[in-house]
């Protein structure tokens, strides 16, 4: 169990002077280059309390949760390649703009993950989306391959990794060993995730120092149980069935 004292600072517009503006706790941050936690703003930690508190009801916490994994998504396709392309705008001027190279697809870890694909559809139209199912075996505690059903020239496309929570990381790690075998390049896999452990965070970002993991944050640490304290409890069933 980790037990760290919670980092904090104010949050608000950047022109208010720090004593008109809240305290919050924010993400602990992480030495590692591959790992990108998003900007700890006043509108992320809003929507953060929100799905935190075990007194929110469904539908708002589906709402916050989309409105979470929109901001996961564009930052994720921010770390896509581009290259140069110019264009002829309506009034007649070129304009030099760039543009994204190769294919992506969505692979979602299930069931949780798959609360994040209708974000990646939003923001690429006929996006391709992949599933593996990744449960835990109940006699060796230990993460589980079950189903995968993935596009086949999945090998050649850019792959956004969709899971909401990040604990040890078990499933996580194995998800991208089957990518891996497929012949992903780990370099060409971006890991979109909410809420992250710290012990989950750096075990993943040391086993692929090379897969790019976007988080909007990583919290204090996991309890005995291995659940992410503060955490947010179970995702899956919060956004599903609760």
């Known amino acids: ?63 916050h949760s989309n409105r979470i994994i929109r901001l996961l998504v564009e930052e994720g396709l921010n770390h896509l390649p581009v290259v140069e392309h110019t264009i002829t705008t309506p009034v007649g001027r070129t304009y030099s703009g760039v543009k994204f190279e190769g294919k992506i697809c969505g692979v979602s870890i299930m069931r949780a993950g798959e609360s994040m694909e209708q974000a990646l559809r939003e923001c690429c139209r006929s996006v391709r989306i992949g599933k593996i199912l990744i449960q835990r075996d109940e006699e060796t505690s230990k993460p589980k391959l079950y189903y995968d059903k993935l596009p086949e020239d999945i090998a050649e ?3 956004l990794l ?26 060409h896999i971006l890991f979109l995730n909410l809420i992250a452990s710290p012990e989950g965070a750096k075990n993943f970002a040391e086993r692929f120092p090379k897969v790019r993991v976007v988080t909007a944050f990583v919290d ?4 005995e149980k291995n659940y992410i304290v503060p955490g947010l409890g179970d995702f899956g069933d919060r956004f599903y069935t609760m």
């Not at 980790?2 to 608000?12: F, H, I, L, Y």
């Not at 602990?28 to 809003?46: E, F, G, K, R």
């Not at 204090?220 to 309890?223: E, R």
């Open 1 to 63: 169990m980790t037990d760290n004292t919670a980092p904090s600072q104010s949050v608000g517009p950047e022109y208010l002077p720090i004593g008109r503006k809240p305290t919050a706790t924010v993400s602990t941050n992480l030495a590692h280059d591959n790992v990108t936690i998003l900007p700890q703003t006043s509108q992320l930690i809003a929507l953060l309390t929100m799905i935190r508190d075990k007194n929110t009801g469904r539908a708002d916490f589906i709402f």
């Open 157 to 159: 496309r850019w792959v």
């Open 162 to 187: 969709l899971d909401p929570m990040l604990a040890t990381g078990g499933s996580a790690l194995m998800a991208v060993e089957v990518l891996k075998s497929r012949g992903v390049p780990e370099d």
């Open 220 to 223: 204090m640490g996991l309890d």
